[in-house]
């Protein structure tokens, strides 16, 4: 029987970088006899233009019905000054959480043809091969109340909140256990148990967790250290798990490490590995249109969706490999271009990656 994918474009350069995705991943099926069938629809912005809402109950219905999703990026200025609940982003935060995406993976990697792209010197990033696990549907993203309103003195205030409970903090260690289980057996829980209930309570039940993984090597760090200790020394994690801000906030962090934000990918699963996969940038909108994204992030994007919802690591391994390949040849977009490169644009980068695919 085929498989489904969804595929969600989205805003600002997701259509461009999207569309390179989708020969990379037109050529796997292919060549690797993979049997999917794709199927396109619209999330965030371009979803608020033609349903009127950034994600429509049919789409919702369609990413339901897939077996994998394969999302651009979503949000732009156009949307700034629109009904806060009808923003680009409250699209991606419905779809992660009606479709159960606890668990995030954000690998960063730094591909040895990048080193001279980080910003840290070549000798601090070497090897780096890091893992972010990171809670994704619950805390303060969605936490209830939530509330911005006018005090009787005419003063403004607003407020969130940053429920855990212990269930969704078991469900996300586990995660976090079992990837470093099959990597380097370290994982770093990062909280703010100094400060917040929430995070006593993370670092309480992740505590338990360790029990029923005697091999891996625990340890915890206060958030602002990890943020620190990530650029002083980010050789020293392997995986780290952490709630949802702190991941959104550390996993923009250890990709610029990698050169770019602009190479890597990401996987959000629900309970059985069914997934989403996405770029962990954002849409871009001052380089949107002009050709000069750089759509590896998102065609990594294919492969962790191959690895992980469809367990296909060997089409999996080609894409990297591609990837790998095309960087040796020194092609390289405007964000991780260095002098003795060559810069080239979104579909030239796309039509390489398909090249060295086809070749392998
Ligand atoms: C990310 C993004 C999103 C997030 C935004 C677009 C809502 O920054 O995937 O990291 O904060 O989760
Ligand atoms: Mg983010």
């Known amino acids: 029987m085929s498989k489904q994918i969804l595929i969600l474009p989205g805003d600002g350069i997701g259509p461009e970088i999207m569309a390179e995705a989708v020969k990379v991943l037109e050529l796997a099926n292919d060549k690797f006899d993979l049997g999917f069938e794709l199927s396109f629809d619209q999330l965030g912005g371009a979803a608020y233009e033609q349903y009127g809402v950034p994600l429509a109950d049919e789409t919702l219905e369609r990413a339901r019905a897939a077996d994998a999703i394969l999302l651009g990026a979503v949000g732009g200025p156009q949307w700034d000054a629109i009904d806060p609940a009808l923003r680009p982003e409250r699209g991606l935060l419905k779809i992660r959480s009606q479709l159960g995406l606890f668990a995030n993976l954000r690998p960063a990697i730094l591909y040895p043809q990048l080193a001279d792209a980080s910003s840290l010197k070549p000798e601090v990033v070497a090897g780096l091969n890091i893992l972010i696990v990171r809670e994704l549907t619950g805390g303060i993203y969605f936490g209830s109340p939530r509330e911005s309103r006018v005090l009787e003195n ?207």
Request: hydrophobic share 40%; charged share 20%.
């Open 154 to 360: 005419g003063e403004r205030m607003a407020f969130d909140t940053l429920p855990y409970s212990e269930s969704e903090i078991r469900r996300i260690a586990r995660v976090g256990f079992d990837m470093a289980r099959v990597r380097d057996k370290k994982l770093c829980s990062v909280d703010k148990a100094n400060v917040l209930a929430s995070s006593q309570l993370w670092r309480t039940v992740v505590e338990e967790v360790a029990k029923d993984y005697p091999d891996v090597q625990l340890s915890h760090m206060y958030v602002d250290n990890a943020a620190m200790q990530l650029v002083r020394a980010p050789k020293q994690f392997d995986v780290m798990v952490t709630d949802n801000m702190f991941g959104d906030i550390l996993s923009d962090e250890a990709s610029m490490l990698t050169g770019s934000i602009g190479m890597l990918p990401s996987a959000s699963l629900d309970a059985n590995n069914k997934g989403m996969y996405e770029p962990c940038h954002g849409s871009a909108p001052d380089i949107a249109g002009q050709g000069i994204a750089n759509p590896l992030a998102t065609i990594l994007s294919v492969s962790m969706m191959l690895r992980y919802s469809f367990s296909q690591s060997q089409a999996a391994d080609a894409i990297e490999q591609a990837v790998s390949k095309v960087l040796d040849q020194g092609l390289r977009t405007g964000d991780i271009y260095c002098a003795g490169t060559t810069k080239v644009g979104t579909a030239a980068m796309g039509d390489a990656v398909v090249e060295a695919l086809r070749s392998l």
